[in-house]
């Protein structure tokens, strides 16, 4: 291997069942050690509602990370991270020019005030019953007793 190594800046999404950055950390840590990464930040992004469940999980937390490591590494770092369950996603890209700017910005957890939004207000309308329940809206009854409601494949047989 060599001994360049090269700027990344990583996006974890990792299980928000811990509480504290530091618990949920933990994995992507000890993946980046295992492969001598040197990490330079490693800061909570957002913990917010996932747009579909990941591995029955419904809320991530993403953490921001910017490591020094060996390119030959990275692939062994993304191959960890698919082995390690509590680590849902990983995104690595190469980082040319690490500015202090961008290694101490703010996130959007950072901010004053922050709160993390609630479950179940980041689904459309279209997947949600009235009870606030998950997937397609049961079929309604017909309006007309026998006649199924009109559907977009009904109005082919017109047009011969």
Known sequence: MTNAKRTYEAMFLVDSGSADLQAASEPIRKVL?????????????????LA????????GLYVLTYFNVDPERVREIEHDCQLDD?????????????????????????????????TE????????????AEGPAEPKEP???GEAPAGPDDNDDQKE
């Open 33 to 49: 050690d295992r492969n001598e990464a040197e990490v330079l930040s490693l800061k909570a992004w957002d913990d917010r509602p």
């Open 52 to 59: 579909y469940p990941i591995e029955g999980r419904r809320r």
């Open 86 to 118: 509590r680590v849902l996603r990983a995104m690595i890209l190469r980082k040319e020019k690490l500015t202090a700017e961008e290694l101490n910005a703010e996130t959007p957890a950072s901010r004053p005030g922050y709160r993390a939004p609630e």
């Open 121 to 132: 207000d980041h689904r459309p309308a279209r997947h949600r019953d009235e009870a606030g």
């Open 143 to 145: 309006d007309v007793k």
